[in-house]
């Protein structure tokens, strides 16, 4: 009988050591999973060596203002050389002049204080590296007036 009690409790025993093993190996799978997930999200947002950030968005230059807004931020974008470029690029893709159109950059972002640019976050343009045509489904453009 002794040996029933014994064989038990080894029984016992041995589950507990099961359960915590599985319970301490799901816990550290969730913590790599969780760490690369972040390591990916920040890896959009991180700036090389140069200092350079690489953006992709919805650009609009319209009436002496023009913004670049991306999944997670709008920016204002300085006035330069380099967006009188990229908007000579992006009139083939637009049908009225407040349509937007997908860009991808390389540029410099700054919040330092602007008198004519009111978003928090500014982009300089340094760099143009892709221009295609926003699709229609993202174009949600609001005319007022007859046409």
Known sequence: MSDNILEFKMKK????????S??????????????????????????????????????????GAAVLQTKSEIYGVLITDKLEELQKQVEEYK????????VEIRGKVTNQKDEKILWENKVEILEILDVSPA??????VIKLGSE
């Open 22 to 63: 599985v319970f301490v190996s799901c816990k550290n799978d969730s913590k790599s999973e969780t760490q690369e997930t972040l390591n990916s999200s920040t890896e959009e947002n991180t700036k090389p060596s140069n200092g350079l950030m690489h953006l992709k968005g919805s650009f609009v230059y319209y009436d």
């Open 95 to 102: 049908s009225a002049p407040t349509d937007m159109v997908n």
């Open 135 to 140: 699709s229609t489904e993202e174009n949600n």
């Open 13 to 20: 025993l041995i589950i507990l050591l099961l359960s915590v």
